[in-house]
């Protein structure tokens, strides 16, 4: 085989490569940050990522909830690539908090594949919250 063959057929395995349909990244769902969501984006949200996503069902009045927020974004920034992290004001999006029995918070649910795979209620700090995670990624 010459060389210019050589050539030919890396460029061919290259082109094929970047022509190959990509998977969609997600839209919602930003790694290395804490996500909003609401009941409108919700389900979309869960829908287009395969990896876990920790959601901290919360409110602005909750003491124990405010307490949390500086560990969920440490830990959206440390599970970057391996899970998602987001956020769910309660107060403005009774339907989702409802829809997953949410009465008290913090409430914590981890989604896999869409559908809650575990559950953690309180201020449990992070060795609680990396626990949870740690059982549902892959």
Not at 14 to 25: I, R, T, V
Not at 30 to 51: P, Q
Not at 97 to 112: H, L
Request: glycine share 8%.
């Amino acid at each position: 085989m010459s060389a210019d063959d050589e050539l030919e057929k890396i460029k061919r395995a290259m082109m094929e490569k970047m022509m190959k349909p990509q998977a969609p990244k997600p839209t919602i769902m930003k790694d290395g940050v804490v996500s909003e969501l609401n009941d409108g984006n919700f389900h979309a949200a869960l829908a287009e990522t395969d990896k876990p996503v920790l959601l901290d069902f919360w409110a602005e009045w909750c003491a124990p909830c405010r307490m949390m927020s500086p560990i969920i974004n440490q830990m959206a920034g440390e599970y970057s690539g391996k899970a998602y992290f987001a956020k769910l004001n309660v107060d403005q999006n009774p339907r989702t908090a409802m829809q997953f029995g949410v009465m008290s918070i913090p409430n914590f649910i981890v989604f896999k594949a869409g559908k809650p795979a575990g559950q953690t209620v309180g201020a449990v700090g992070k060795q609680g919250l990396a626990q949870l995670i740690q059982r549902h990624l892959a």
